[in-house]
């Protein structure tokens, strides 16, 4: 599995200052930035089915997919904080579209570049104007759809682990939802007009972000364990036959 998710994406040569950028916190607003904090939103039940789902998958992959998996569908169930926050943001239709279980330790240490995520995932392939390209990752038809629909999309990131300065925490441009599909060639100048925000969390805490964010990770400097469930969230109907995998 997705060892491919580490490798995939270019690193695009800068790195933000050691200890720099914003602060994260209460400082980052969703509407404005496209990132904002919950803190301790997890109950302990979520923590402990987070924990389980990642003794059951496995701990030396990098990321791991879940569309299907019974503790991923319970997390967004009905009643979960991720489904309750990521409705408040898109409406009573958002659910569940993509979850992927990251667990940075000192084996699977990677680094990602920066870049937007541009990736859905569809039960059945289709050729439908204006989605692709496609590709098969992990058995699951992922395609890039227009931008609209990802821009439409909000990403949560529910933390098991604490996760400071040190240990890899997800690094976003402030305001980047806002600039459409950024090419790569400008990515780098983007980031310096919009400068760096530092996403640190604490264990039960969530991050809400736009999934059209300018983001990027670091490898940690002091490797520990940094799980985190990722999970995407849509209130759009995709075009037929096309459909959402649902989580
Ligand atoms: O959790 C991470 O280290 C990075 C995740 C990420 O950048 C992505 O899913 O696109």
């Known amino acids: 599995m997705p060892n491919d998710l580490a490798k995939a994406k270019p690193w695009h040569g800068f790195l933000p200052h050691q200890g720099g950028g914003i ?3 209460c400082q980052l607003i969703f509407e404005r930035d496209g990132a904002e904090r919950y803190r301790s939103a997890l109950s302990i039940e979520e923590l402990q089915q987070i924990d389980m789902l990642s003794d059951t998958v496995g701990r030396d992959m990098a990321g791991v997919r879940l569309n299907g998996h019974p ?3 319970s997390l967004t169930g009905p009643t979960s904080t991720l489904l309750r926050l990521a409705r408040g943001h898109l409406g009573l239709q958002a ?7 990251f ?3 000192a084996e699977t240490n990677w680094a990602l570049g920066w870049h937007q995520d541009r990736t859905i ?3 059945d392939r289709f050729d439908v104007a204006g989605f ?3 590709s098969r990752k992990s058995g699951l038809q992922h395609v890039e759809p227009p931008f609209s629909f990802l821009d439409r999309m909000v990403t949560l990131r529910a933390h098991l682990d604490p996760c400071d300065c040190d240990n890899a925490p997800l690094l976003i441009a402030p305001g980047s939802h806002q600039e459409g599909r950024v090419p790569v060639e400008i990515i780098e100048g983007t ?6 925000a530092t996403c640190l969390a604490a264990t039960g805490d969530v991050w809400l972000y736009a999934t059209a964010i300018l983001h990027a990770s670091n490898a940690a400097i002091q490797p520990k364990r940094r799980r985190v469930l990722q999970v995407d969230f849509s209130a759009d109907e995709l075009p037929p036959p096309l459909e959402w995998c649902l989580v």
Not at 95 to 101: F, G, I
Not at 191 to 196: K, N, Y
């Open 23 to 25: 602060e994260s916190g």
């Open 71 to 73: 503790l991923a569908s």
């Open 95 to 101: 659910r569940a579209v993509r979850a992927v279980l």
């Open 103 to 105: 667990d940075k330790t």
């Open 121 to 123: 995932v569809v039960r």
């Open 132 to 134: 692709g390209p496609w």
């Open 191 to 196: 980031i310096s007009r919009l400068g760096i």
